[in-house]
């Protein structure tokens, strides 16, 4: 079959021809083969005292092709830092115990199976595994006397049973036996096919020994952990109604005794309650949260409540920002949150009276393929932030504010990106068709030249309701050291620019952040060095969406690469890992309700109108928008006859089509490769 391509010629994806001669001298700008060099800081927690920072330090292992997480300590004071766990296997979730003496965090370095809970006393440098548990803990929490740590761990059970199977005589090997499922949700892009079984709380001792199971019955109780002032209950949030399944969005924040066990529901209205911190006194209960009106996006409010649940107000109803992480200051007079603003996300401290001021700016996710806006941060008692920060040119590193100043305390990747000649990132000016101003990126490629005409890539970001910034991206960097111009946008419908911008597309997605960014490669082409006639587009997603919607909708670029998309509404919100949520607030009505609105969105309803040569990338174990999708896409293509090819990325899930190092170098130079197939101007002609 024509225009197959094959992944498993890596070797010839990340460093040209298999037969080339070996090379003479490293290479100026980034290719695939280095990504197995990057790291990314992530998980900063600062010590209650401010004095050090432990963190996630995320980086590559060539021989396995894997991610690795090493824990790593930072002396504030000089910078210098140590490994904490850096051993055999991962190592992640640092959290400091109250006074700064120990830190607990979860490691499978000695089980393979799953992660266990470790304690290392920092005096002594002595570390001690506290559990020996059947699954990975998560959520740890450490009591306010230090004496114990909460966590929650999923807990199997037998599932549903119909009828029974004859008795399997000793010695014979017969089937698997059925699976029975009987779940809304069935299976999750984390997870795959969920196992019979419930998320729970637990507590164990810090010093070792059983573990106490604290909730029970058939629901999913876990998440963020929060101890009340006493030590005596513990927060958290959870949909504990009879029909929680089919009610994704709606929770409420409960505490659980730790004596009697018995569940009392401290909020009370219809939308999420998630997050609760208790401040410093016991008196107030923090949390994040909405009241729910069914729209395709609603920031998440900051919110107080006393202790009983009484008297909730919302502290950032004129913020009109998604807030996350409320972390209460030491005094008990202010909350510290982090929330997105355009590209960028920020930490701000929002007083009990509402005012707000920002102590940070500049925060950046580890994530490495895209620019993500996100970011990670924590608080000491004296109101150091220890926070992810970085730019277009650097990935997360860890980063301080303290008095109105920030430093930066960690160069991971100074080594390697010195050598490096990369492509620089400005912001692109750009007005839609309503006067709507549009933020948006351009990237231009190393050793750029304003006199020349430069080949042009869109590339589109998911969600639809997240956002792009001006953050540090491999698949533009390796866009770029191929001689393409690359731009992002955040079109109507991306987060940080406030609900109404984001709500522009309820009800009704993909509709005008088409034109957003048609207008952002318009003003692309008006720089006056991208040749309007070599021009390409690819995003994952939500961009997958977009780039079969675009093709369906103009023959202005010469090719395309749709990742992980949404084909087709109707088959989508049946088979994804979130059916309950997608048809009720994405449309409103089920497919069978309103079938003209979901095939109205559909880009398969435009495949007849496509002539560009598209290519499809999905990965083999996508459970978001399912590998169905992409197959039916592939297959419209081929049956019209326009150039195609399907790439499987095999074990991927949604999330991690670029986890694995080989796996995003490859489909970086598999989607170059499928573009310069179809240049006017070949490369360097």
């Not at 894997?66 to 000089?78: G, P």
């Not at 991962?90 to 830190?103: A, E, L, N, V």
């Not at 219809?270 to 410093?280: F, K, Q, R, W």
């Given at each position: 079959m024509k225009n197959r391509f094959h992944l498993v010629l890596l070797a010839a994806l990340l460093a040209g021809p298999a037969l080339?001669?070996?090379?003479?001298?490293?290479s100026r700008v980034l290719t695939g083969a280095d990504l197995f060099n990057l790291e990314a800081a992530s998980d900063p927690r600062i010590s209650p005292d401010g004095k050090s920072v432990v963190y996630v330090r995320r980086s590559n292992d060539i021989m396995t092709d894997r991610a690795r997480s090493s824990l790593w300590t930072i002396d504030v004071a000089s910078g210098a830092q140590m490994p904490l766990a850096a051993g055999a296997g991962s190592h992640s979730q640092p959290r400091w115990s109250p006074d700064g003496s120990r830190i607990a965090y979860l490691s499978n370095a000695e089980d393979k199976a799953g992660a266990?809970?470790?304690?290392r006393w920092m005096k002594t440098g002595a570390t001690a595994r506290i559990t020996s548990l059947p699954n990975t803990p998560s959520g740890i929490s450490w009591s306010p006397d230090g004496s114990r740590i909460a966590f929650s761990m999923?807990?199997?059970?037998?599932?549903?049973?119909?009828?029974k199977a004859p008795t399997k005589p000793d010695g014979a090997h017969w089937a698997e036996p059925l699976q029975v499922i009987d779940k809304v949700v069935y299976r999750t892009d984390e997870g795959g096919y969920s196992k019979p079984g419930y998320r729970q709380i637990f507590w164990v001792a810090a010093d070792g020994g059983a573990p106490v199971q604290l909730t029970f019955g058939a629901h999913n109780a876990g998440g963020s952990l929060a101890w009340s002032h006493d030590g005596r209950a513990l927060l958290f949030s959870a949909n504990l109604t009879p029909d929680w399944q089919r009610d994704m969005v709606n929770s409420e924040i409960h505490e659980v005794s730790l004596d009697t066990h018995a569940v009392r529901t401290l909020t009370r209205r219809n939308g999420p309650d998630n997050g609760p911190v208790v401040s410093p006194d016991g008196t107030l209960i923090a949390y994040v949260g909405f009241d729910d009106h069914f729209r395709s996006y609603q920031n998440l409010e900051l919110s107080v409540m006393k202790r009983d649940g009484s008297d909730p107000r919302v502290l950032t109803a004129k913020l009109d920002r998604n807030v996350e992480s409320p972390t209460w200051s030491a005094d008990g007079r202010a909350?510290?949150?982090?929330?997105?603003?355009?590209?960028?996300?920020?930490?701000?401290?929002?007083?009990?009276?509402?005012?707000?001021?920002?102590?940070?700016?500049?925060?950046?996710g580890s994530e490495l393929d895209r620019p993500y806006s996100g970011g990670e941060f924590s608080l000491a008692r004296d109101g150091t932030i220890a926070y992810t920060g970085g730019d277009a040119l650097h990935p997360a590193d860890v980063w301080i504010a303290r008095n109105g100043k920030t430093r930066q305390l960690t160069h991971l990747n100074q080594t390697l990106l010195s050598t490096k000649a990369l492509g620089k990132t400005e912001k692109l000016a750009v007005t839609a068709f309503d006067g709507l101003p549009i933020d948006a990126w351009i990237v231009t490629p190393p050793d750029f030249d304003a006199t020349k005409k430069y080949p042009l890539i869109l590339e589109i970001h998911g969600g639809p309701f997240a956002a792009y910034g001006p953050s540090f991206a491999t698949d533009y960097q390796l866009y770029a050291a191929a001689g393409y111009v690359v731009v992002y946008a955040n079109p109507r419908g991306s987060t940080g620019y406030g609900e109404s911008f984001a709500n522009k597309i309820d009800k009704d997605y993909p509709s005008h952040d088409y034109d957003d960014l048609m207008s952002a490669v318009d003003a692309a082409i008006a720089k006056g060095f991208v040749d309007k006639d070599e021009l390409f587009v690819t995003g994952g997603s939500g961009g997958g969406v977009l780039t079969a919607w675009i093709v369906g909708k103009t023959d202005r670029f010469r090719a395309a690469a749709s990742q992980k998309p949404v084909i087709n509404w109707t088959s989508f919100v049946l088979t994804a890992d979130m059916t309950p949520y997608f048809a009720r607030y994405w449309f409103g009505k089920f497919p069978w309700e309103d079938i003209n609105s979901y095939w109205s969105h559909s880009p398969l309803s435009l495949v007849g109108n496509v002539k560009t040569p598209t290519l499809v990338i999905v990965g083999s174990e996508d459970h978001r928008t399912p590998d169905s999708e992409s197959e039916q896409y592939y297959e419209a293509l081929q049956l019209r006859g326009i150039p195609t090819a399907l790439i499987k990325v095999p074990g991927a899930n949604h999330g991690g089509l670029a986890e694995r190092p080989s796996q995003s170098a490859a489909k970086a130079a598999a989607i170059l490769a499928w573009f310069e197939r179809y240049r006017k101007t070949p490369a360097g002609g």
């Amino acid at each position: 079959m024509k225009n197959r391509f094959h992944l498993v010629l890596l070797a010839a994806l990340l460093a040209g021809p298999a037969l080339a001669a070996p090379a003479q001298q490293a290479s100026r700008v980034l290719t695939g083969a280095d990504l197995f060099n990057l790291e990314a800081a992530s998980d900063p927690r600062i010590s209650p005292d401010g004095k050090s920072v432990v963190y996630v330090r995320r980086s590559n292992d060539i021989m396995t092709d894997r991610a690795r997480s090493s824990l790593w300590t930072i002396d504030v004071a000089s910078g210098a830092q140590m490994p904490l766990a850096a051993g055999a296997g991962s190592h992640s979730q640092p959290r400091w115990s109250p006074d700064g003496s120990r830190i607990a965090y979860l490691s499978n370095a000695e089980d393979k199976a799953g992660a266990q809970l470790f304690v290392r006393w920092m005096k002594t440098g002595a570390t001690a595994r506290i559990t020996s548990l059947p699954n990975t803990p998560s959520g740890i929490s450490w009591s306010p006397d230090g004496s114990r740590i909460a966590f929650s761990m999923f807990v199997p059970d037998e599932g549903p049973q119909l009828g029974k199977a004859p008795t399997k005589p000793d010695g014979a090997h017969w089937a698997e036996p059925l699976q029975v499922i009987d779940k809304v949700v069935y299976r999750t892009d984390e997870g795959g096919y969920s196992k019979p079984g419930y998320r729970q709380i637990f507590w164990v001792a810090a010093d070792g020994g059983a573990p106490v199971q604290l909730t029970f019955g058939a629901h999913n109780a876990g998440g963020s952990l929060a101890w009340s002032h006493d030590g005596r209950a513990l927060l958290f949030s959870a949909n504990l109604t009879p029909d929680w399944q089919r009610d994704m969005v709606n929770s409420e924040i409960h505490e659980v005794s730790l004596d009697t066990h018995a569940v009392r529901t401290l909020t009370r209205r219809n939308g999420p309650d998630n997050g609760p911190v208790v401040s410093p006194d016991g008196t107030l209960i923090a949390y994040v949260g909405f009241d729910d009106h069914f729209r395709s996006y609603q920031n998440l409010e900051l919110s107080v409540m006393k202790r009983d649940g009484s008297d909730p107000r919302v502290l950032t109803a004129k913020l009109d920002r998604n807030v996350e992480s409320p972390t209460w200051s030491a005094d008990g007079r202010a909350l510290y949150v982090g929330y997105g603003e355009g590209g960028g996300m920020r930490v701000a401290r929002i007083g009990l009276d509402g005012k707000l001021g920002t102590v940070a700016d500049n925060l950046v996710g580890s994530e490495l393929d895209r620019p993500y806006s996100g970011g990670e941060f924590s608080l000491a008692r004296d109101g150091t932030i220890a926070y992810t920060g970085g730019d277009a040119l650097h990935p997360a590193d860890v980063w301080i504010a303290r008095n109105g100043k920030t430093r930066q305390l960690t160069h991971l990747n100074q080594t390697l990106l010195s050598t490096k000649a990369l492509g620089k990132t400005e912001k692109l000016a750009v007005t839609a068709f309503d006067g709507l101003p549009i933020d948006a990126w351009i990237v231009t490629p190393p050793d750029f030249d304003a006199t020349k005409k430069y080949p042009l890539i869109l590339e589109i970001h998911g969600g639809p309701f997240a956002a792009y910034g001006p953050s540090f991206a491999t698949d533009y960097q390796l866009y770029a050291a191929a001689g393409y111009v690359v731009v992002y946008a955040n079109p109507r419908g991306s987060t940080g620019y406030g609900e109404s911008f984001a709500n522009k597309i309820d009800k009704d997605y993909p509709s005008h952040d088409y034109d957003d960014l048609m207008s952002a490669v318009d003003a692309a082409i008006a720089k006056g060095f991208v040749d309007k006639d070599e021009l390409f587009v690819t995003g994952g997603s939500g961009g997958g969406v977009l780039t079969a919607w675009i093709v369906g909708k103009t023959d202005r670029f010469r090719a395309a690469a749709s990742q992980k998309p949404v084909i087709n509404w109707t088959s989508f919100v049946l088979t994804a890992d979130m059916t309950p949520y997608f048809a009720r607030y994405w449309f409103g009505k089920f497919p069978w309700e309103d079938i003209n609105s979901y095939w109205s969105h559909s880009p398969l309803s435009l495949v007849g109108n496509v002539k560009t040569p598209t290519l499809v990338i999905v990965g083999s174990e996508d459970h978001r928008t399912p590998d169905s999708e992409s197959e039916q896409y592939y297959e419209a293509l081929q049956l019209r006859g326009i150039p195609t090819a399907l790439i499987k990325v095999p074990g991927a899930n949604h999330g991690g089509l670029a986890e694995r190092p080989s796996q995003s170098a490859a489909k970086a130079a598999a989607i170059l490769a499928w573009f310069e197939r179809y240049r006017k101007t070949p490369a360097g002609g």
